[in-house]
């Protein structure tokens, strides 16, 4: 009895082992497509066995096996002979959020402080809030709107121990 190997038509990959059947006629060994005679090598772990038509081959295989690339997408390994990229991680990445709305970033003040932007008689004070009140959205990493916070903190309407926390990611 000859055994033979059974391989994807596809990847070449092992799938199984039989006994090859006989030529009713000659008594030779009936060989399948897609089946050898030579054996296969034994995979380790994160390993598979191809046979390329001419021998077997022990390739990566970390089918399944993903996580999350470096803008947040999720990747999964679908091919045998591909690694996972190792900037890959478990977890999504954080996302840091610098763009709030105009209320958000107001209520980052605090009450005195409001008190004293809004009663200010000083024209840039004056151009400072109405900026911050008339925009969209308030990105507490531009340059403006730190410049502005900066401002007021010259004038004196804003402590600077409070500068970090009115600029910090939206959590």
């Given at each position: 009895m000859t055994t033979i190997y059974h391989y994807q038509s596809d990847t070449g990959e092992y799938i199984s082992s039989g006994v090859a059947n006989k030529d009713p006629i000659d008594k030779l060994d009936l060989i399948p497509a897609n089946a050898t005679t030579l054996t296969p090598s034994t995979p380790?772990?994160?390993?598979?066995?191809?046979?390329?038509?001419?021998?077997?081959?022990?390739?990566?295989?970390?089918?399944?096996?993903?996580?999350?690339?470096?803008?947040?997408?999720?990747?999964?390994?679908t091919?045998?002979?591909?690694?996972?990229?190792?900037?890959?991680?478990?977890?999504?990445?954080?996302?840091?959020?610098?763009?709030?709305s105009s209320l958000t970033f107001l209520d980052r003040f605090t009450g005195t402080e409001q008190d004293a932007v809004i009663s200010s008689t000083i024209l840039d004070v004056k151009k400072i809030y109405g900026r911050m009140m008339g925009a969209d959205f308030i990105d507490t990493t531009d340059t403006d709107t730190i410049a502005g916070v900066d401002g007021l903190i010259a004038y004196g309407l804003v402590d600077s121990s409070h500068k970090a926390t009115i600029l910090a990611p939206a959590s």
């Open positions: 380790s772990s994160n390993q598979a066995v191809v046979f390329n038509g001419v021998e077997w081959l022990l390739v990566a295989d970390h089918r399944g096996e993903g996580g999350y690339d470096e803008g947040g997408d999720y990747k999964e390994v091919q045998l002979g591909v690694v996972p990229d190792s900037s890959w991680t478990n977890e999504p990445p954080t996302v840091v959020v610098t763009r709030m």
